[in-house]
């Protein structure tokens, strides 16, 4: 006969999400497809024309990406610089940017699938397409977050304004004021 204490009882783990359980297996998926494609046209041509597509891919993706982070920081220049005379930035300048730069790492990433993917990101109508479902997306999950969560973050970064009006809020304030011991020590040391 044992005795002693009762073993606890442990909340089931959550559940993992749909991208956490497929997204190993797309990855290894993908490089497959990827070095089977390779070996096909390795096949079909020769192993130096794959080498030179290769780096053909590679050059043409670093060009992308240096071309999209220059225009990234000189559309950043100009907003500050409007942002410091006083002028109110005007929007529409850096669109596409990031999916440039995304274009050209796929580029860079050996395969023949990835250089397809990256030379799409590349055409403006797809840029557009994408950007507009990427930004309904983000907004339909800000929309849905709980209370709590990076949907309430932006809330309430969007309450207090640059131009220093306040905004009612709450102030809950402990009831015996004698209790308190004083300054607090700092949380980083």
């Not at 606890?8 to 783990?13: D, G, Q, S």
């Not at 559309?75 to 300048?93: D, I, R």
């Amino acid at each position: 006969m044992t005795t002693g204490a009762p073993t606890p009882a442990y909340p089931a783990r959550p559940r993992r999400s749909r991208l956490r359980t497929y997204l190993p297996l797309g990855i290894a998926v993908w490089l497959v497809l990827e070095i089977w494609l390779l070996t096909v046209v390795a096949g079909a041509a020769s192993g130096f024309a794959v080498f030179l597509l290769l780096v053909a891919g590679f050059v043409l993706g670093s060009v992308v990406i240096k071309r999209a982070g220059r225009r990234a920081f000189r559309n950043l220049t100009e907003t500050l610089q409007q942002q410091q005379s006083g002028v109110p930035p005007t929007s529409g300048g850096g669109e596409g940017n990031g999916l440039m730069m995304l274009g050209g790492l796929l580029l860079m990433i050996p395969g023949l699938i990835s250089d397809a993917l990256g030379l799409l990101l590349l055409v403006p109508p797809v840029q557009k397409a994408l950007s507009r479902y990427a930004e309904r997306a983000i907004d339909r999950k800000i929309r849905e977050a709980a209370p709590g969560s990076v949907g309430d973050a932006f809330q309430q970064a969007r309450i207090h304004r640059p131009d220093g009006k306040v905004v009612q809020g709450e102030v809950i304030r402990e009831e015996n004021p004698t209790t308190d011991p004083g300054p607090r020590p700092p949380l980083n040391r």
